[in-house]
Structure formats: structure tokens, C-alpha cells
């Protein structure tokens, strides 16, 4: 190996390094918006029940319905842990709060479920925003990188 081929792989590991943080943030915040998502839905359907409602499968559907029209790629909540330096995920408790039956006719059990779904949105919409600014930063360093170094770009621009 002569040293201009060392010195290019090591500027490529930095670079391998950073994409790699970078699609790890966007998996997390795709998780993070696929929970939001169900939060959101469960909270609608408390405020149904404290409105004195009970939905039916056709409104269910068309909720589901629309949300998948708005929504972007599905992805299953098993895997709700990213260890991201400085960060504490929201995530972890959440299935708990998902497995919470919605208890139709207690007032007070509604109120409570009501009140930890809040929450729990408010940190899920908190977490989304600081995971776009990682990946707005990382977005940044990239063109940075690429700027000084185009020839980078053909790693990952399709010929």
C-alpha cells in the first residue's frame, strides 16, 4: 500500500463512520415516529371514550386508513433500544403504556391513561425533534465532507 492509498482510507473511515451514525439516527427517529404514531392513535381513541364514545371497526379502519396515507415507512416496535451518546430514549416503558386496556366506562382510569399518553407524546415529539437536529448536524458534516472531497461521492451515487 503507498501512502496516498493509506491516507485516503483513513479519511474514509471517519466518513463510513459518520453515514453509519447518521442511518442509525434515522432508524431510531423511525421508530420514535412509528410509536408517536400509535400514541397519538390510543390517545384519539381515550378521547373518544371520555366524549362518551365507543368506535366502531369502520371507524378504526378509516383512522388507520388515514394515517397510513400520511405516514412514512412502517416498521415494527421490537426493537426500541439505540444507545445514542447523550440521549435517553422515551421508548423504553412505552408497551406498557400500549398494553394498557382502555377501561370504556371508568372515568378516572380514562383520565390516567389519557394523562400518560399526553406525556408520553410531548417526550416522544421532544426526542423526534433533538433526533432531527443529530441528523440535521450529521446532514451538514457530510456535505461538508463531500464539498472538500467529491470524489466521495461516487461511493454512494449510482453510475
Do not use: C, F
Amino acid at each position: 500500500m503507498i501512502e496516498d492509498d493509506a491516507v485516503h482510507l483513513e479519511r474514509r473511515e471517519p466518513l463510513a463512520d459518520l453515514r453509519a451514525l447518521r442511518e442509525s439516527l434515522r432508524d431510531e427517529e423511525q421508530r420514535v415516529s412509528y410509536w408517536r404514531q400509535l400514541v397519538q392513535g390510543r390517545l384519539d381513541l381515550v378521547r373518544t371514550a371520555l366524549d362518551g364514545g365507543r368506535p366502531s371497526v369502520d371507524d378504526l379502519a378509516g383512522q388507520a386508513a388515514v394515517r397510513a396515507r400520511t405516514g412514512g415507512r412502517r416498521r415494527s416496535p421490537a426493537a426500541t433500544h439505540l444507545a445514542l451518546e447523550g440521549l435517553v430514549s422515551p421508548l423504553a416503558g412505552l408497551e406498557d403504556l400500549w398494553a394498557a386496556p382502555i377501561a370504556w366506562d371508568d372515568l378516572a382510569a380514562l383520565h390516567r391513561l389519557e394523562r400518560g399518553l399526553i406525556e408520553a407524546e410531548v417526550k416522544l415529539s421532544a426526542y423526534r425533534r433533538t433526533l432531527h437536529e443529530r441528523i440535521n448536524d450529521y446532514t451538514a458534516q457530510l456535505i461538508d465532507y463531500y464539498q472538500r472531497d467529491p470524489a466521495q461521492l461516487s461511493e454512494i451515487v449510482p453510475r
